[in-house]
C-alpha cells in the first residue's frame, strides 16, 4: 500500500504541478504562432488591470453571482424547512424533483428555459396577447434572465445541501425553548434559524464560488446578450479569437483561481465554524415536526410550483420542441403537426451512437479511476497515513479551479505533451478525474472515518498486511460510499460542457457538447430529443444514487 | 515469556505538556499467566497493551517475546504486527459485519501472513475454536445478528484460532451488561486456562481485575504503582494510590509514628491515637489504611480490640449481604463501615473497633 499511497501523491503532483505551472508560464509569456514562447512579460497582467472590459466582467461576475447564490439558497432553504421541519403532505416531491434534476445536462436545461422565456416563448406570447405589443416585452438574454436560470440550476442542490444541516439538527434546543414558554415563531427566529445560520451562510459562500465558476448559462446567455463573466471572457480569448490570445486567457485563470482559492478558504473557515453548533445526539434522535395547520396546503402549493418550475416548464419546452418538425410558438394549431421524426433521427444517427458511446466512455472512466482513487486516497487520508496531508490538499486542490480553467491548462498540457492525446476520449476521462476528485474524495475519507478503526485493527492483529486489510475489510465495509461515489461522479463529469468544449477534438464529441453545438446551429428540434434521450437513461443512473445516498446517509457535497 | 523493559511512549498535545501515555514501564510476565494492566483512564495500560501488539510505535523501550526481540528502539527492530502473531480482542470486539461467523473465525487463517493451510485444515482449525466457545452451530451466520455475548467469544475464537502465545485483551468486558459480563469473565479465564496462552488483559474495573488476575499491575499516569498478586494488592497496597483505587478504603493521614515494636506502630491520627502494622517499605508513616468490612461494629468489650472510637451513624445503606454505614467519628472525619450488622439506624451512637491488622500504616 505504500506503493499504491507514493504513487497516488506521484501522479497527483506530475499532472497539477505542470498545469499550474503552464498557466503561469503562459501568463507571463508571449505565445508566438507557432507554439513558441517569447521573452518574459507582465504586460497580460497589466493589460488586464488597466482595460474598462476587465472591471465590467469582475462586476459583472460578481453580480451575477450574488444574485444566482441569493435564488439559489432563499428557495433552498424554505424548501429545507419544508421537507425536513413540517408536516407539509407531499414534502417528499422536493426530494424526487432535486434528484431528477442531477440528470439534466446544464445546456439542456438552460435552454429549456431560454425556449420559454425567448422571444417566441410562451411568456412573451402572454405578455402581447394582455398589451397588444407587436415585440416581445421581455429580454431574457439578459442579467436578471442569466441570474434566474443559473439561480434555478442550482436551487434543487441548495436544498439537498440545506436538508441535511436542517435534518441533524438537534431538535432538544428547539424543545428547551418551547418548555421554557416561547412560541413556535419565536422558537424559529430565536433558535433554529440562528443554530443553522452558519450553516446557511457557508453554504451560500459555496453556491457564490460555484456560480463563479460556471460557465453553461453565461455562455448561453451572457454571450448571446453580449455581456461577459470571467469564465466566458476565457472562453472568448482562445475561441473568439484568431489566434487565441493565450497570455490573456492565462492571466484571466491566474486571476481567478486565486480569487476562487481565498474564498474557498473562507469557505473552510466558515464550514467547520459552523459545525460547532451541530451537536448530534445518537440516542433516540429525531427531529421534531411543526405542524402547519391552516398552512399545509400553502406548503403544498409551493411544493408543486417548485416542481413544475425546476423539471415541469423546461421539460414541457424541450418536448414542444422535439416534437414539431420545425419551432413554432406554442399553439392548439401547432399540435396537428407533432411528429417523432427528431426522435427517430436521434436515434438513427450513426454519429449519435458514436456520441453516446463517448460520453459512456467518459461517464464510466472518470468514475471508474475518481472511485478507486478515492477509496485509497480517503483511507490513506482518514487514517492519517504519512504524507496525508499532502495527498488531501493535492486531492481538494482541483476544487480552486474553474472547470474552464482546468480545460485551458489541461489544454496546455496535451498540446505540449510527448504522447499525443489532445482531442482523445482519453484527455477528456483524465480532465474530468481531476476536476471530479475533490467531490468523490471526500466519499472516500468519510466512508472510513466512519468505520470503528479496532475492524482494521483486528485484521493486522490476524496477521494480516495491510493491502489484504483494505482490500478484505476496508472497502466492503465502505462499499456503499463507494458506489454513491462512482454514480455521482459519473453524472457530474457528463452533465458539465465546458471540458468537453475546451479539450474537444474529432473524437471525442460527447453529449453535453454535441447539445451544445446543436443550439448554436440553431437545431433545436434535435437539441431537445437528443436531450430527452440522454436525460431519461440518467434518470436510472440518478435514482440509484439517491438511493444508495439515503439508505447510507452520505451527504452530497 | 514476554518482558518489557524501560518503554516509554509519550502523548503531547500542541506544545510540551505530556498529556498522556507510558514514561518508562518494566515488566516481566510468565508463559501461560494471566496479567492484568489496572488503572484509571490515562494512565497508559491501552497504550502499553498497543505496543506490545505492534499498534502503537513506542519512543523509547524494549519488548521481547521468549528470546525473539519484538521492538527494540536503541536496535531499530520493529517487528511489523502482522509478524508478531498475538491474538487481540478488541474493546468494540471489532467483529467485522460483512462476513460471516465462520469467515470471522477463519480470517487469521486464510490471510495471515504465516498460515499456509488448505482450506480443510482451516476448516478443522475454524470449527474446533468455534465449538470452544460454542459458536459451531452458528457458523453460517452473519456475524452481525449475533447477540453482544456471542460476538465477544467470536472476537475470542478470531484471536485463538491461529494458535497465538500471546493473546491480548482491550477492556472486553466493557460493552456487556452486568450479568453477562460476570459470566464472560469465568469464560475467557476458563479458555485461558484450557489454552495454556498468556493472557495480558488490560481493564479500569478493579473488581473484574481482582477475579480473574494472575497478577495484577496497577498504573498511574503512565507508571506502575504496583505489581502483585491480586491478595497481595488488595491486602498490602504499596500506596495510597493503590488503596484508594483498589477496593473501598477509609484513609486518614497520620503525624508520625509514636512509638514502634517491630511491626506495629502508633500513630496519631485526628481521631487519636491508633495502633496499627507498619507496612513493608514504609518507615515513615504518613497514610493510614483502613478497609471498611475489617471494622468491628459494638465490638464487645472482651474482644481484646485495643483501638476504639466512638461515633454517631450518619447514613445507612443497605446492600444486600452487608450493610453499609457512614460513620461520624466526630473532628470532621466520616469511616465507612461495612458489617453484617442490619439493624442500626442513622443518629445511633456506636463504638467502632479497629483491630491492630486492620490498621495499616503506610
Redesign the interface.
Known amino acids: 500500500m505504500t506503493l499504491v499511497r507514493v504513487g497516488l501523491t506521484a501522479i497527483l503532483v506530475l499532472i497539477l504541478l505542470p498545469l499550474v505551472g503552464f498557466l503561469i508560464f503562459t501568463s507571463l509569456h508571449q505565445t508566438q504562432i507557432d507554439g513558441s514562447f517569447g521573452p518574459t512579460t507582465v504586460r497580460f497582467f497589466a493589460g488586464l488591470f488597466s482595460s474598462a472590459r476587465f472591471f465590467e466582467n469582475v462586476v459583472n461576475t460578481l453580480l451575477y453571482s450574488f444574485g444566482s447564490a441569493l435564488v439559489a439558497i432563499v428557495l433552498g432553504t424554505i424548501q429545507a424547512w419544508i421537507a425536513e421541519r413540517t408536516n407539509a403532505p407531499g414534502r417528499s416531491l422536493l426530494y424526487v424533483v432535486a434528484i431528477l434534476s442531477l440528470s439534466i445536462p446544464y445546456v439542456l436545461y438552460t435552454v429549456g428555459w431560454l425556449l420559454f422565456l425567448g422571444r417566441a416563448g410562451p411568456v412573451n406570447a402572454v405578455l402581447q396577447a394582455i398589451t397588444g405589443s407587436a415585440a416581445p416585452i421581455i429580454n431574457v438574454y439578459t442579467m436578471s434572465g442569466q441570474i434566474l436560470i443559473e439561480g434555478l440550476l442550482w436551487t434543487p442542490v441548495a436544498f439537498l445541501l440545506l436538508a441535511a444541516v436542517f435534518r441533524n439538527a438537534d431538535a432538544s434546543f428547539e424543545e428547551a425553548s418551547l418548555m421554557s414558554g416561547a412560541s413556535v415563531g419565536q422558537t424559529m427566529r430565536n433558535i433554529s434559524m440562528r443554530l443553522a445560520a452558519p450553516a446557511i451562510l457557508a453554504l451560500a459562500l459555496l453556491v457564490f464560488i460555484r456560480v463563479i465558476e460556471s460557465f453553461e448559462v453565461p455562455a448561453l446567455v451572457g454571450m448571446p446578450g453580449r455581456f461577459y463573466v470571467l469564465t466566458t471572457d476565457v472562453f472568448t480569448e482562445i475561441f473568439g479569437m484568431s489566434p487565441p490570445n493565450y497570455g490573456r486567457a492565462a492571466a484571466l485563470s491566474v486571476v481567478l483561481i486565486g480569487c476562487v482559492a481565498v474564498l474557498l478558504w473562507f469557505y473552510s473557515r466558515l464550514s467547520r465554524h459552523s459545525y460547532k453548533y451541530r451537536t448530534i445526539t445518537g440516542k433516540g434522535f429525531r427531529p421534531r415536526q411543526v405542524s402547519l395547520g391552516r398552512w399545509r396546503l400553502a406548503a403544498t402549493a409551493a411544493i408543486i410550483l417548485n416542481a413544475v418550475v425546476i423539471i415541469g416548464i423546461p421539460f414541457f419546452m424541450l418536448l414542444w420542441a422535439a416534437l414539431l418538425p420545425y419551432y413554432q410558438p406554442i399553439s392548439i394549431a401547432a399540435m396537428s403537426q407533432f411528429s417523432g421524426k427528431f426522435f427517430a433521427m436521434v436515434m438513427g444517427s450513426s454519429t449519435l451512437r458514436d456520441t453516446l458511446l463517448n460520453t459512456a466512455i467518459l461517464g464510466v472512466g472518470t468514475a471508474t479511476a475518481v472511485t478507486a482513487m478515492s477509496a485509497a486516497g480517503g483511507w490513506f487520508i482518514a487514517r492519517r497515513h504519512p504524507g496525508a496531508w499532502l495527498l488531501d490538499q493535492l486531492a481538494s486542490a482541483p476544487l480552486a479551479f474553474p472547470a474552464i480553467v482546468l480545460g485551458l491548462g489541461f489544454l496546455n498540457l496535451f498540446l505540449a505533451a510527448p504522447v499525443s492525446l489532445y482531442g482523445t476520449i482519453t484527455s477528456l476521462v483524465i480532465a474530468s478525474a481531476i476536476a471530479c476528485l475533490p467531490y468523490g474524495i471526500r466519499y472516500g475519507t468519510v466512508g472510513v472515518s466512519q468505520l ?1 478503526p ?2 482494521e ?9 495491510e493491502a ?1 486489510t483494505f482490500l ?2 476496508v472497502v ?2 465502505i462499499a456503499p460510499s463507494l458506489i454513491a461515489c462512482w454514480l455521482l461522479v459519473f453524472l457530474l463529469s457528463v452533465r458539465a460542457v465546458s471540458m468537453p468544449l475546451m479539450l474537444a477534438g474529432p473524437n471525442n464529441a460527447v453529449v453535453a457538447s454535441a447539445l451544445y453545438d446543436l443550439w448554436k446551429d440553431g437545431q433545436t428540434g434535435e437539441l431537445a430529443a437528443m436531450g430527452l434521450v440522454w436525460t431519461g437513461a440518467m434518470t436510472v443512473v440518478s435514482l440509484a444514487f439517491f438511493g444508495l445516498a439515503r439508505r447510507f446517509g452520505t451527504s452530497l457535497h | 515469556m514476554l518482558r518489557i523493559q524501560g518503554l516509554r511512549r509519550e502523548f503531547k498535545e500542541s506544545g510540551s505538556t505530556i498529556t498522556g501515555g507510558v514514561l518508562g514501564i518494566d515488566l516481566t510476565i510468565e508463559g501461560g499467566e494471566f496479567f492484568t494492566l489496572l488503572g484509571p483512564s490515562g494512565c497508559g495500560k491501552t497504550t502499553t497493551l498497543r505496543s506490545i ?3 502503537e510505535k513506542p519512543d523509547a523501550g524494549r519488548i521481547t517475546l521468549g528470546e525473539r526481540v519484538l521492538f527494540d528502539a536503541a536496535a531499530r527492530v520493529d517487528v511489523s ?3 508478531r ?4 480482542v ?5 467483529v ?3 462476513m460471516t461467523v465462520y469467515e470471522n473465525a477463519a ?2 487463517l486464510r ?5 499456509k493451510l488448505d482450506k480443510k485444515e482451516v476448516r478443522t482449525r475454524v470449527m474446533d475454536v468455534l465449538e470452544i466457545v460454542d459458536l459451531a452451530s452458528f457458523a453460517d451466520r452473519p456475524a452481525p445478528k449475533l447477540s453482544g455475548g456471542q460476538q465477544q467469544r467470536l ?1 475470542l475464537a ?2 485463538l484460532v ?1 494458535c497465538p502465545s500471546v493473546l ?1 485483551l482491550d477492556e472486553p468486558l466493557s460493552n456487556l451488561d452486568a450479568a453477562l459480563r460476570d459470566q464472560m469473565r469465568r469464560e475467557i479465564r476458563r479458555l485461558q486456562r484450557e489454552t495454556k496462552v498468556t493472557a495480558i488483559y488490560v481493564t479500569h474495573d478493579q473488581a473484574e481485575a481482582l477475579a480473574i488476575s494472575d497478577r495484577i499491575a496497577v498504573m498511574n499516569h503512565g507508571l506502575v504503582e504496583q505489581i502483585g498478586t491480586s491478595r497481595a494488592i488488595y491486602s498490602e497496597p504499596a500506596n495510597a494510590f493503590v488503596a484508594r483505587f483498589i477496593g473501598l478504603s477509609n484513609m486518614l493521614t497520620c503525624d508520625a509514628v509514636t512509638s514502634a515494636s517491630g511491626d506495629e506502630v502508633t500513630v496519631k491520627t485526628a481521631i487519636g491515637e491508633l495502633r496499627g502494622l507498619r507496612m513493608a517499605g514504609h518507615d515513615a508513616g504518613k497514610d493510614v489504611i483502613i478497609r471498611p468490612e475489617n471494622i468491628l461494629l459494638n465490638p464487645p468489650g472482651d474482644a481484646g480490640v485495643i483501638n476504639r472510637i466512638n461515633g454517631r451513624i450518619a447514613s445507612v445503606a443497605f446492600m444486600g449481604e452487608l450493610t453499609e454505614y457512614e460513620v461520624d467519628a466526630g473532628q470532621n472525619v466520616t469511616l465507612t463501615v461495612r458489617g453484617r450488622d442490619h439493624t442500626l439506624t442513622p443518629g445511633t451512637e456506636v463504638t467502632l473497633g479497629l483491630p491492630v491488622d486492620a490498621v495499616k500504616v503506610l
Open positions: 470503528h479496532e475492524l485493527e483486528a485484521s493486522r492483529a490476524s496477521g494480516a498486511s489484504t478484505r475489510v466492503p465495509l | 501488539a505492534g499498534l504486527m502482522q509478524e502473531q498475538i491474538g487481540m478488541f474493546q468494540s470486539y471489532a467485522w459485519p460483512h480470517y487469521p490471510f495471515g501472513q504465516h498460515s472476537a478470531r484471536a491461529h491480548l
